[in-house]
Structures are given as C-alpha cells and as structure tokens.
C-alpha cells in the first residue's frame, strides 16, 4: 500500500510537466520522465507515446508534440 501510494505521488508529480513538456520532443520528454521515475525507485513501469485517442484509462504523464502525443504509464 505504501509503495502503491508513494507511486500514485510520483506519478501525480509528473503532471506538472505536462504544460511545459508541449514544447520538447516526445522522445527526450518521455527519458525526462523515466528518470524522475527511476531516481524515485519506481520499478517495473511502462512509458508509451501514443495518440489522443488511443489512451485506454491508463495513466497520462505528459503531453508532446504541441499536444498531438501523449506518454502514457502503465505498471507492468
């Protein structure tokens, strides 16, 4: 439970990356955030770039390409 929470906050945090991450690459976006997510110990987790449309529930963690992208976070 702690750990699911403490997940839950890092996750929350990397929202705030959202607004100023429209403006990089998808890719260097999507490395920023796996490393905050590994410096915060978070194992066994999946980053994709997908559409708008192709989000399924899972969790969005940015926003690219001028918001035509999206990176998703799924635990594996």
Excluded: H, W
Aim: glycine share 6%; proline share 1%.
């Amino acid at each position: 439970m702690k750990r699911a929470l403490s997940t839950a906050v890092v996750v929350l945090s990397l929202f705030s990356l959202n607004a100023f991450a429209q403006s990089k690459s998808c890719e260097d976006l999507k490395m920023e955030i796996a490393a905050k997510l590994d410096e915060k110990g978070v194992k066994n987790y999946e980053l994709k770039i997908v559409a708008p449309e192709e989000v399924k529930g899972e969790t969005v963690v940015g926003s690219c390409d001028g918001g035509a992208r999206r990176i998703i976070y799924t635990r594996k």
